[in-house]
């Protein structure tokens, strides 16, 4: 819980990448900071070309500053693809950090009083391996509350759409149920 005057002003920390799966994640965590009365706090987290490995290569600080402010824009793309112009009840903010994300996100969570989430996305084998998991990163490691928002039902229909499209399969046609 952060210091405002002389109030005390909870937040709800939230990553964002872009994908629909952290969309999901940013409608949720709005949805809790709305109940909560609290702060919103996107946070994007970035890491320069070739990662940590990549900033001992000699990029300057030009290249740094230049993905400082794509990270910036990818951020603000992402809100203003999330809510549109119908914004949250709650006091939002936005925040990009240079580092993996759940080392990021625990970072910035890290007040007790916070509320961390984060989307749980998609986990195929080959992704899992690439790619760690960053829900449960930060699952294992924060030091306050972890909301994992699932993916949204339709997410997993438009990746079924898109194998069925890939593997020319044909489009089977059901009557809706309900």
Do not use: I
Request: charged share 20%; with cysteine; proline share 7%.
């Amino acid at each position: 819980m952060r210091k405002k005057g002389t109030e005390a002003v909870a937040r709800v920390v939230v990553g964002v990448t872009g994908t629909p799966g952290s969309l999901t994640a940013l409608h949720g965590a709005a949805a809790e900071a709305r109940v909560r009365g609290a702060e919103l706090v996107a946070v994007l987290a970035w890491q320069s070309p070739g990662g940590e490995l990549g900033s001992r290569n000699g990029w300057g600080p030009t290249v740094l500053t230049e993905c400082r402010a794509a990270a910036a824009d990818r951020l603000r793309e992402a809100l203003d693809v999330a809510f549109g112009v119908v914004w949250p009840r709650v006091t939002v903010g936005g925040l990009t950090v240079r580092g993996t994300p759940g080392a990021v996100l625990v970072d910035v969570a890290r007040d007790p009083e916070d509320l961390l989430v984060v989307g749980t996305g998609s986990r195929a084998v080959l992704r899992r391996l690439v790619h760690p998991s960053v829900a449960r990163y930060c699952l294992a490691h924060a030091s306050c509350p972890v909301l994992a928002v699932p993916p949204s039902p339709l997410q997993a229909e438009l990746a079924a759409v898109r194998r069925r499209n890939r593997l020319r399969m044909p489009l089977v046609l059901r009557e809706p149920t309900g």
